[in-house]
């Protein structure tokens, strides 16, 4: 998304900033900045484009503060300029924000009724006002930033620099991560170990909802009640940071807890969050309103985003999908219209047989869509058109944020597809965009369902079979469930669309079968509900993955019911994502399988 750096040092930052922020250049970024304390006065320097700007700027009107932040960002809300650069600042402090401030409207129509004056088009710049203005009332800046933080929502972390406080920064993680170094009378604040690499090896990692406040001698971490907690110090070797696990035991728990921050980095790539709509990254060689079919390929977690993205193309867009698994298109030789659209989906932009059926549709006179996430794949070279997923590096087999990336970009096209082909008006985009923004912050709230994932997970690690149901979407999630559990598990599992249950998965019911049902409360809820009726007076034990709705709804018995926060229907796969992965991983550590490299699995499938 977005790269935050933080130093109380002993002699001028500027420099150490600048080194930090290009070591987080691999996220992204199209602006940048730095501001730092000057005989206790704020001063920030910021430029357009690449750090070698910013550079400049520094050159010909250098900062010498020993304390200072910096970023590098990535646009979600307002033009990639100078103006919207990072850090943003009021008279009284300087703040830099990776993720997506949710309530930034109300929030500023409030601010500026109470009279402040906004200067950019961003988000963020709502985060500055609110603490000023909670200063302006009295408070101190820890306890405007105390008061300020509950009223956020949203996935982000935030950095604070204070004007006149030569002595301390705070930080504060919602979703986002967030990391302290500790130094020789310097402590940093990081987005990742990687940034603070060159100056300590020994890292703090901040938990869901802690902030901290940083001083030369060291760090005070306050818990989600504000509660002053101890978080564990790590020690790691420099060669580590390139591959680092941060405060998780495997790639893939790292990577199921980024998912807030990565659904967001890629949304600020699609959306103009404030205009409301779709903005695609780069003009389209074909026209959606002209399309009479879209065919959609992938192999495996992919094969299952397209699945769920045919059911958003199909009712927002109403445009017709065919949708096959890449290793049966390159063969069974599909007739393909001329000038029609191929969408290829794939982590690794190497898959053979996707790369296979793309060479196949293209040799068709097809225009071709890639959605990947290494923008410098085949895959993506041979494409008319790529639509990068932005999930960062993918250590774990078994996909978990490339599949929530391809997830969000391929709603983004449903969406993009429905207002040109005129089925979606301007108000629905709006509220499709705003069901978009929501995501990253109630991923955060589904990642606290962990200690209750982890309960059940020993459950399920004594079944030789389990099986998921789903309707709708949910079908293509309960097939990503069953998947994702015999990855790394090597249990047994099939998924199934609920409704399919009494032609045959019935028969396998039994007091020994987990049944796992993802119901989000929508309009068909009621239709699965019957499903698990039908489960129940078999001795089938059921797991309800639902909201608090459904929950209270459904009047059965079940072995556990994960209560996920209310969401909009059409997003509910990317935010269900979350439960079932963690589930898989949780039953599989149980268990004491390789999480991170499971047997006969690569990353990326480049043979049949």
């Known amino acids: 998304m977005c790269g935050i750096v933080g130093i109380v040092g002993r002699e001028a930052v500027a420099g150490q900033v600048i080194e930090a922020l290009r070591r987080l250049e691999y996220r992204g970024y199209d602006s940048a900045g730095i501001a730092t304390l000057e005989h206790g006065r704020l001063e920030r320097r910021r430029a357009e484009g690449k750090l070698s700007n910013l550079q400049l700027k520094l050159v010909q009107s250098p900062l010498t503060g020993a304390i200072g932040i910096g970023h590098t960002r990535w646009a979600t809300h307002g033009r990639p300029n100078e103006t919207n650069a990072h850090p943003h600042a009021t008279a009284r402090l300087a703040v830099v924000h990776n993720g997506i401030i949710e309530n930034f409207r109300e929030l500023k129509k409030e601010l500026e009724t109470a009279g402040a004056r906004f200067e950019t088009e961003t988000d963020t710049e709502v985060v500055a006002q609110l603490v000023s203005h909670l200063m302006d009332q009295g408070l101190g800046p820890v306890a405007a930033v105390e008061a300020a933080l509950p009223r956020l929502r949203g996935a982000f972390a935030l950095g604070f620099l204070f004007s006149g406080e030569e002595d301390f920064l705070i930080g504060a993680r919602h979703g986002a991560p967030l990391a302290i170094g500790f130094g020789d009378g310097e402590t940093y604040l990081g987005s990742d170990a990687l940034a603070l690499a060159p100056f300590t090896d020994e890292i703090t990692y901040l938990d869901e909802g802690d902030w901290a406040i940083l001083t030369r001698d060291g760090a005070e971490i306050r818990d989600i009640a504000n509660q002053i907690v101890a978080r564990p110090r790590q020690k790691i070797v420099s060669q580590a940071f390139l591959v680092d696990k941060g405060n998780h035991r495997h790639f893939m728990a790292k990577e199921i807890h980024e998912q807030p921050e990565v659904v967001g980095r890629t949304l600020a790539h699609y959306v103009d969050l404030a205009g409301g709509r779709i903005a695609l990254p780069e003009a389209l060689p074909f026209d959606f309103a002209k399309l009479s079919r879209l065919s959609i390929t992938a192999c495996g977690t992919a094969y299952y985003a397209g699945l769920v993205a045919k059911y958003w193309f199909e009712s927002i867009a109403r445009l017709p999908v065919e949708i096959d698994v890449a290793s049966e298109t390159r063969y069974r030789e599909p007739p393909l219209d001329r000038d029609g659209l191929t969408l290829v989906i794939s982590q690794s932009g190497e898959t053979a047989d996707t790369l296979a059926s793309l060479r196949y549709a293209k040799s068709q006179g097809q225009h071709s869509l890639a959605v990947v996430n290494v923008p410098t794949s085949t895959i993506a070279r041979e494409s008319s058109v790529v639509m990068p997923t932005l999930a960062g590096p993918e250590i774990g087999v078994a996909s978990t944020k490339a599949f929530s990336c391809q997830l969000t970009v391929l709603l983004c096209l449903a969406i993009a597809a429905g207002r040109a082909r005129g089925t979606i008006d301007a108000a629905r985009e709006r509220a499709l965009v705003d069901a978009l923004i929501t995501v990253p912050g109630l991923m955060a709230e589904s990642v606290a369902l962990e200690p209750e994932i982890e309960v059940l997970a020993r459950e399920i690690a004594k079944a030789r079979d389990v099986l998921y149901l789903g309707r709708g979407t949910s079908y293509p999630m309960a097939l990503e469930g069953a998947l994702k559990l015999k990855e790394i ?43 698990m009726q039908e489960v129940a007076a078999r001795g089938g034990r059921i797991v309800l993955i639902g909201d608090a709705k459904g929950a209270a709804d459904h009047g059965l018995d079940t072995l556990a019911t994960l209560t996920m926060p209310a969401v909009d229907p059409v997003v509910a796969p990317i935010v269900y994502a979350v439960p079932i992965q963690l589930l898989a991983y949780h039953t599989a550590v149980f268990m004491g399988k390789d999480v991170d490299q499971p047997r006969n699995l690569a990353k990326s499938v480049t043979v049949e």
Do not use: C, R
């Open 489 to 531: 598990s090597y249990i047994h599992a099939e998924g199934y669309a609920a409704g399919e249950l009494k032609h045959g998965p019935i028969a396998l019911i039994d007091e020994n079968v987990p049944v796992i049902v993802i119901a989000p409360h929508d309009a068909i809820f009621e239709k699965t509900v019957s499903n």
